[in-house]
């Protein structure tokens, strides 16, 4: 459990660095410019962070280990969770391609599946579906 929340609590502190980025728009190139974000806030954190940064933001991004794969399937889940939300749904009204939502959808069905940990992938596919159902998706 420590291991998960670790994970959970500082993959993103790379965007300290280079601010966050929409899901539906980041790509790879983002992901790198997060991992030198980390050197950067490595240099700038104590000791019990600096030690681990690195390998906590490896274990999320290039997930190994079960810890990694639950912290990134919960984190992708999160985030699919949001647009399901009125402010979410008011995001993908004003300035999000309905399309573009769909297409996140499919493609976090497919890293979900391939995380290991079906009754998440499950729960998303009764959230993509009943979005689907309200005319949110297409």
């Known amino acids: 459990f420590d291991a998960v929340v670790k994970i959970i609590m500082m993959h993103d502190m790379g965007e300290i660095e280079t601010g966050d980025v929409i899901t539906t728009r980041k790509t790879n190139a983002h992901v790198l410019n997060e991992r030198k974000g980390i050197s950067r806030v490595r240099k700038q954190s104590p000791d019990f962070v600096a030690r681990e940064i690195d390998t906590i933001f490896d274990a999320f991004e290039w997930p190994k280990t ?10 992708k889940f999160e985030g699919m969770l949001f ?4 402010s979410g749904i008011q995001m993908i009204k004003s300035f999000q391609n309905p399309k573009t ?3 996140y959808y499919l493609n976090l069905e497919k890293i979900l599946e391939n ?6 992938h499950q729960y998303m596919i009764v959230v993509r579906d009943d979005m689907i159902r309200r005319g949110v998706l297409n």
């Open 83 to 86: 647009w399901s939300t009125d």
């Open 101 to 103: 939502i769909m297409n």
């Open 66 to 75: 079960l810890e990694g794969r639950f912290a990134k399937a919960i984190d």
């Open 115 to 120: 995380l290991g940990f079906e009754k998440i």
